[in-house]
Protein backbone atom coordinates (compact mmCIF):
# COMPACT_ATOMS: atom_id res chain seq x y z
CA UNK A 1 0.00 0.00 0.00
CA UNK A 2 2.86 2.63 0.58
CA UNK A 3 3.62 3.23 -2.99
CA UNK A 4 0.31 3.53 -3.72
CA UNK A 5 -0.21 6.36 -0.42
CA UNK A 6 2.86 7.87 -1.77
CA UNK A 7 1.45 7.76 -5.49
CA UNK A 8 -1.52 9.57 -4.29
CA UNK A 9 -0.01 12.29 -2.08
CA UNK A 10 2.53 13.73 -5.06
CA UNK A 11 -0.46 13.54 -6.96
CA UNK A 12 -2.10 15.84 -4.87
CA UNK A 13 0.55 17.56 -4.22
CA UNK A 14 0.69 18.41 -7.53
CA UNK A 15 -2.56 18.88 -8.84
CA UNK A 16 -2.73 21.26 -5.69
CA UNK A 17 0.44 23.10 -7.17
CA UNK A 18 -1.07 23.33 -10.79
CA UNK A 19 -4.39 24.77 -9.88
CA UNK A 20 -2.48 27.69 -7.49
CA UNK A 21 -0.53 28.55 -10.31
CA UNK A 22 -3.47 28.44 -12.70
CA UNK A 23 -5.47 30.72 -10.53
CA UNK A 24 -2.59 32.88 -9.96
CA UNK A 25 -2.01 33.65 -13.39
CA UNK A 26 -5.85 33.60 -14.57
CA UNK A 27 -6.00 36.22 -11.52
CA UNK A 28 -3.57 38.69 -12.99
CA UNK A 29 -4.90 38.28 -15.99
CA UNK A 30 -8.55 40.20 -14.95
CA UNK A 31 -6.43 42.84 -13.92
CA UNK A 32 -6.72 43.74 -17.92
CA UNK A 33 -3.87 46.68 -18.19
CA UNK A 34 -5.32 49.37 -20.62
CA UNK A 35 -2.13 50.26 -23.11
CA UNK A 36 -2.34 53.43 -25.83
CA UNK A 37 -0.70 53.71 -28.29
CA UNK A 38 0.09 57.14 -28.31
CA UNK A 39 3.16 56.42 -31.12
CA UNK A 40 1.16 54.83 -33.95
CA UNK A 41 -1.55 58.00 -34.10
CA UNK A 42 1.46 60.80 -33.82
CA UNK A 43 2.90 58.74 -36.90
CA UNK A 44 0.36 58.95 -39.05
CA UNK A 45 -0.50 62.69 -39.03
CA UNK A 46 0.09 64.56 -42.15
CA UNK A 47 -0.83 68.16 -43.25
CA UNK A 48 -3.63 67.32 -44.58
CA UNK A 49 -5.12 65.30 -40.81
CA UNK A 50 -2.47 66.94 -38.43
CA UNK A 51 -5.28 69.50 -36.85
CA UNK A 52 -8.09 66.53 -36.89
CA UNK A 53 -6.01 63.62 -35.55
CA UNK A 54 -4.43 66.05 -32.53
CA UNK A 55 -7.60 67.21 -31.94
CA UNK A 56 -8.50 63.56 -30.30
CA UNK A 57 -5.95 62.83 -28.71
CA UNK A 58 -7.33 64.73 -25.61
CA UNK A 59 -10.04 62.30 -25.86
CA UNK A 60 -8.06 59.41 -26.94
CA UNK A 61 -4.58 59.90 -24.67
CA UNK A 62 -6.20 61.81 -21.83
CA UNK A 63 -3.31 64.29 -20.38
CA UNK A 64 -0.99 62.70 -21.91
CA UNK A 65 -1.81 64.75 -24.37
CA UNK A 66 -0.18 67.89 -22.39
CA UNK A 67 2.51 65.82 -21.58
CA UNK A 68 3.94 65.40 -24.66
CA UNK A 69 3.35 68.57 -25.85
CA UNK A 70 4.47 70.65 -22.15
CA UNK A 71 7.10 68.24 -21.50
CA UNK A 72 8.62 65.85 -24.10
CA UNK A 73 7.81 67.95 -26.82
CA UNK A 74 8.51 71.19 -24.61
CA UNK A 75 6.15 73.19 -26.98
CA UNK A 76 3.16 73.97 -24.50
CA UNK A 77 3.20 77.34 -24.87
CA UNK A 78 2.57 77.74 -28.59
CA UNK A 79 -0.36 78.26 -30.53
CA UNK A 80 -2.73 75.66 -32.12
CA UNK A 81 -0.83 76.14 -35.94
CA UNK A 82 2.61 76.58 -34.23
CA UNK A 83 2.12 73.32 -32.56
CA UNK A 84 1.22 71.38 -35.55
CA UNK A 85 4.03 72.87 -37.65
CA UNK A 86 5.92 71.21 -35.19
CA UNK A 87 4.82 68.15 -34.63
CA UNK A 88 5.05 67.93 -38.64
CA UNK A 89 8.45 69.12 -38.44
CA UNK A 90 9.40 66.56 -35.78
CA UNK A 91 7.69 62.94 -37.90
CA UNK A 92 8.86 64.26 -40.93
CA UNK A 93 12.49 64.67 -40.15
CA UNK A 94 14.41 61.47 -41.59
CA UNK A 95 15.98 60.91 -38.90
CA UNK A 96 12.61 60.45 -36.46
CA UNK A 97 10.87 58.73 -39.05
CA UNK A 98 14.02 56.00 -39.33
CA UNK A 99 14.11 55.80 -35.75
CA UNK A 100 10.05 55.30 -35.40
CA UNK A 101 10.29 52.86 -37.76
CA UNK A 102 12.67 50.47 -35.78
CA UNK A 103 10.19 50.85 -33.20
CA UNK A 104 7.22 49.86 -35.13
CA UNK A 105 9.06 46.98 -35.99
CA UNK A 106 10.23 45.65 -32.36
CA UNK A 107 6.96 46.66 -30.55
CA UNK A 108 4.05 46.03 -33.18
CA UNK A 109 3.23 43.53 -30.39
CA UNK A 110 3.30 44.78 -27.68
CA UNK A 111 1.52 42.23 -25.84
CA UNK A 112 4.09 39.80 -24.00
CA UNK A 113 4.98 43.13 -21.85
CA UNK A 114 1.80 44.17 -21.19
CA UNK A 115 0.88 40.33 -19.27
CA UNK A 116 4.24 40.82 -17.94
CA UNK A 117 2.58 44.40 -15.94
CA UNK A 118 -0.40 43.07 -15.85
CA UNK A 119 1.25 40.65 -13.60
CA UNK A 120 3.43 42.97 -11.57
CA UNK A 121 0.54 45.28 -11.34
CA UNK A 122 -1.83 42.59 -10.45
CA UNK A 123 0.87 42.03 -7.22
CA UNK A 124 1.43 45.81 -6.36
CA UNK A 125 -2.65 46.24 -6.54
CA UNK A 126 -2.54 43.25 -4.18
CA UNK A 127 -0.13 44.64 -1.61
CA UNK A 128 -0.66 47.80 -2.24
CA UNK A 129 -4.52 47.85 -2.46
CA UNK A 130 -4.91 52.03 -1.56
CA UNK A 131 -2.79 52.52 -4.31
CA UNK A 132 -3.87 53.49 -8.48
CA UNK A 133 -3.40 50.99 -11.20
CA UNK A 134 -1.63 53.13 -13.91
CA UNK A 135 -2.93 52.76 -17.71
CA UNK A 136 -0.28 52.87 -19.54
CA UNK A 137 0.52 55.05 -22.86
CA UNK A 138 3.47 54.07 -25.04
CA UNK A 139 5.12 57.01 -27.09
CA UNK A 140 7.89 58.32 -29.19
CA UNK A 141 9.56 60.79 -27.82
CA UNK A 142 12.94 61.76 -29.66
CA UNK A 143 15.31 59.99 -27.06
CA UNK A 144 14.19 62.33 -24.51
CA UNK A 145 12.83 60.29 -21.63
CA UNK A 146 12.14 56.37 -21.05
CA UNK A 147 9.71 56.05 -18.59
CA UNK A 148 7.40 58.65 -17.14
CA UNK A 149 4.64 59.34 -14.40
CA UNK A 150 1.52 61.57 -15.16
CA UNK A 151 -1.43 62.26 -13.47
CA UNK A 152 -1.11 58.67 -11.84
CA UNK A 153 -0.38 56.81 -15.17
CA UNK A 154 2.62 55.73 -16.64
CA UNK A 155 4.04 56.64 -20.24
CA UNK A 156 7.24 54.59 -22.23
CA UNK A 157 9.06 56.19 -24.33
CA UNK A 158 9.95 53.15 -26.84
CA UNK A 159 12.92 54.61 -29.05
CA UNK A 160 14.56 53.96 -25.40
CA UNK A 161 14.20 50.16 -25.22
CA UNK A 162 15.43 49.44 -28.91
CA UNK A 163 18.77 47.13 -27.71
CA UNK A 164 22.23 47.49 -26.82
CA UNK A 165 23.19 47.28 -30.48
CA UNK A 166 20.98 49.86 -32.08
CA UNK A 167 23.11 52.47 -34.14
CA UNK A 168 20.74 55.30 -32.56
CA UNK A 169 22.45 55.01 -29.41
CA UNK A 170 25.83 54.69 -30.67
CA UNK A 171 24.97 57.80 -33.14
CA UNK A 172 23.73 59.48 -29.66
CA UNK A 173 27.19 59.07 -28.10
CA UNK A 174 25.73 57.04 -25.23
CA UNK A 175 28.16 54.48 -23.54
CA UNK A 176 28.38 51.08 -23.64
CA UNK A 177 26.96 50.89 -19.89
CA UNK A 178 23.85 52.87 -20.62
CA UNK A 179 23.19 51.25 -24.20
CA UNK A 180 23.18 47.96 -22.03
CA UNK A 181 20.26 49.36 -19.87
CA UNK A 182 18.32 50.25 -23.41
CA UNK A 183 16.82 46.37 -23.78
CA UNK A 184 13.62 45.17 -24.08
CA UNK A 185 14.13 43.18 -21.50
CA UNK A 186 14.23 45.76 -19.01
CA UNK A 187 10.94 47.69 -19.46
CA UNK A 188 9.25 45.87 -16.95
CA UNK A 189 11.64 46.54 -14.39
CA UNK A 190 11.89 50.30 -15.34
CA UNK A 191 8.14 50.81 -15.06
CA UNK A 192 7.88 48.90 -11.93
CA UNK A 193 10.36 51.17 -10.05
CA UNK A 194 9.76 54.41 -11.62
CA UNK A 195 5.98 53.95 -9.88
CA UNK A 196 7.40 52.48 -6.83
CA UNK A 197 9.33 55.99 -6.69
CA UNK A 198 6.58 57.91 -7.65
CA UNK A 199 4.55 57.14 -3.54
CA UNK A 200 7.79 55.72 -1.97
CA UNK A 201 10.69 58.53 -2.73
CA UNK A 202 9.42 60.41 0.00
CA UNK A 203 10.33 57.62 2.73
CA UNK A 204 14.21 57.62 1.95
CA UNK A 205 14.65 59.30 5.33
CA UNK A 206 17.70 60.51 5.05
CA UNK A 207 20.56 62.19 2.41
CA UNK A 208 23.47 59.32 3.89
CA UNK A 209 24.31 56.25 2.13
CA UNK A 210 22.78 53.45 4.56
CA UNK A 211 19.47 55.53 4.05
CA UNK A 212 19.53 55.32 0.41
CA UNK A 213 20.61 51.68 0.39
CA UNK A 214 17.80 50.80 2.29
CA UNK A 215 15.10 52.62 -0.05
CA UNK A 216 17.24 51.25 -3.41
CA UNK A 217 16.56 47.52 -1.33
CA UNK A 218 12.89 48.02 -0.51
CA UNK A 219 11.97 48.98 -4.17
CA UNK A 220 13.68 45.69 -5.13
CA UNK A 221 12.36 43.71 -2.39
CA UNK A 222 9.46 44.72 -4.39
CA UNK A 223 10.10 44.24 -7.67
CA UNK A 224 11.71 41.03 -7.23
CA UNK A 225 7.72 40.51 -5.62
CA UNK A 226 6.11 41.43 -8.51
CA UNK A 227 8.14 40.44 -11.41
CA UNK A 228 8.64 36.70 -10.26
CA UNK A 229 9.19 35.07 -13.22
CA UNK A 230 11.96 37.99 -14.48
CA UNK A 231 15.39 36.43 -13.81
CA UNK A 232 17.83 38.01 -10.75
CA UNK A 233 19.78 39.89 -13.43
CA UNK A 234 17.49 41.00 -15.41
CA UNK A 235 15.41 42.87 -12.05
CA UNK A 236 18.67 44.51 -10.71
CA UNK A 237 19.32 45.64 -15.10
CA UNK A 238 23.26 43.70 -14.85
CA UNK A 239 24.56 41.02 -16.95
CA UNK A 240 24.51 38.31 -16.10
CA UNK A 241 28.41 38.01 -14.94
CA UNK A 242 27.92 41.34 -12.71
CA UNK A 243 25.02 39.27 -10.89
CA UNK A 244 27.43 36.94 -10.17
CA UNK A 245 30.22 39.10 -8.95
CA UNK A 246 28.13 40.79 -7.13
CA UNK A 247 26.46 37.46 -5.33
CA UNK A 248 29.78 36.42 -4.63
CA UNK A 249 31.53 39.45 -3.24
CA UNK A 250 28.61 41.05 -1.09
CA UNK A 251 30.94 40.88 1.85
CA UNK A 252 33.95 42.72 0.20
CA UNK A 253 31.41 45.00 -1.36
CA UNK A 254 29.71 45.67 2.56
CA UNK A 255 33.38 45.64 3.48
CA UNK A 256 34.69 47.92 1.28
CA UNK A 257 31.55 50.58 2.38
CA UNK A 258 32.37 50.11 6.07
CA UNK A 259 36.20 50.42 5.97
CA UNK A 260 36.58 53.63 3.69
CA UNK A 261 33.67 55.03 6.66
CA UNK A 262 30.77 55.61 4.09
CA UNK A 263 28.26 53.76 5.70
CA UNK A 264 26.98 57.30 7.36
CA UNK A 265 28.29 59.96 4.34
CA UNK A 266 25.86 62.44 3.31
CA UNK A 267 28.82 63.29 0.50
CA UNK A 268 27.04 61.57 -2.78
CA UNK A 269 30.43 62.26 -4.70
CA UNK A 270 32.04 59.82 -2.73
CA UNK A 271 29.24 56.72 -3.32
CA UNK A 272 27.17 58.11 -6.29
CA UNK A 273 28.15 54.97 -8.53
CA UNK A 274 27.07 52.69 -5.94
CA UNK A 275 23.62 53.93 -6.16
CA UNK A 276 23.59 55.50 -10.08
CA UNK A 277 24.58 54.46 -13.35
CA UNK A 278 28.07 53.81 -13.91
CA UNK A 279 30.48 52.35 -15.73
CA UNK A 280 31.62 50.78 -12.47
CA UNK A 281 31.09 50.93 -9.01
CA UNK A 282 34.20 53.45 -7.86
CA UNK A 283 36.94 51.68 -5.32
CA UNK A 284 35.95 48.21 -6.64
CA UNK A 285 37.50 45.97 -9.18
CA UNK A 286 36.30 46.53 -13.13
CA UNK A 287 33.28 43.98 -12.73
CA UNK A 288 31.47 45.72 -9.79
CA UNK A 289 28.54 47.38 -12.06
CA UNK A 290 27.39 50.96 -10.96
CA UNK A 291 24.59 50.49 -8.91
CA UNK A 292 26.32 47.60 -6.85
CA UNK A 293 24.49 49.38 -4.05
CA UNK A 294 20.67 48.03 -5.12
CA UNK A 295 22.20 44.66 -4.20
CA UNK A 296 23.63 45.42 -0.74
CA UNK A 297 20.19 46.96 0.11
CA UNK A 298 17.65 44.35 -1.13
CA UNK A 299 20.27 41.79 1.17
CA UNK A 300 19.58 43.94 3.95
CA UNK A 301 16.05 44.56 3.15
CA UNK A 302 15.25 40.60 2.87
CA UNK A 303 17.24 39.60 6.16
CA UNK A 304 15.20 42.75 7.64
CA UNK A 305 11.77 40.83 6.63
CA UNK A 306 13.13 37.21 7.39
CA UNK A 307 13.17 38.97 11.09
CA UNK A 308 10.15 40.95 11.51
CA UNK A 309 6.46 40.35 10.17
CA UNK A 310 5.09 43.32 8.70
CA UNK A 311 3.34 43.72 5.05
CA UNK A 312 5.19 45.93 2.30
CA UNK A 313 3.26 48.96 2.91
CA UNK A 314 4.54 49.00 5.90
CA UNK A 315 7.90 48.15 4.72
CA UNK A 316 7.85 51.15 2.40
CA UNK A 317 7.01 53.85 5.17
CA UNK A 318 9.67 52.98 7.20
CA UNK A 319 12.54 55.89 7.06
CA UNK A 320 14.98 55.02 10.62
CA UNK A 321 17.73 53.35 8.67
CA UNK A 322 19.80 53.00 11.49
CA UNK A 323 17.14 51.24 13.53
CA UNK A 324 16.20 48.90 10.38
CA UNK A 325 19.98 47.83 10.05
CA UNK A 326 19.64 46.68 13.66
CA UNK A 327 16.69 45.21 12.94
CA UNK A 328 18.09 43.76 10.27
CA UNK A 329 20.54 41.83 11.64
CA UNK A 330 22.25 42.34 8.35
CA UNK A 331 25.75 40.78 8.55
CA UNK A 332 27.25 39.07 5.15
CA UNK A 333 29.55 36.40 6.68
CA UNK A 334 30.61 34.73 2.88
Given at each position: MKPIVLFLSVTLVTFLFTSWVFTFFTDAEKLDLKVNRFEKSLFDINEENVAELSANWKTNFGTFDEVFAGQIMQKGNLTGEQYHRELLAFTQHKDMREAYDSVAVMFADFSDIQQELELA??????????????????????????????????????????????????????????????????????????????YFQQYIGGRDLLSQLIYKGKVMYCIDKMLPNLSMEDKFRFTAEQMDWVVENETSIWQYIIHEDLL?????????TLINYAPFAKGMPDQAPGRVGYYIGYKMVSE??????????????LTDSRQFLKQSKYKPTK
Amino acid sequence: MKPIVLFLSVTLVTFLFTSWVFTFFTDAEKLDLKVNRFEKSLFDINEENVAELSANWKTNFGTFDEVFAGQIMQKGNLTGEQYHRELLAFTQHKDMREAYDSVAVMFADFSDIQQELELAFWQFSDKFPSYPIPEITTFFGGFNYGVVTYDNNIAIGLENFLGHNSKYYNLLGDPDYLRFQKQKKFIASNVMEVWLNEYFQQYIGGRDLLSQLIYKGKVMYCIDKMLPNLSMEDKFRFTAEQMDWVVENETSIWQYIIHEDLLFSKDEQKFRTLINYAPFAKGMPDQAPGRVGYYIGYKMVSEYMDNNEMDLEQLMSLTDSRQFLKQSKYKPTK
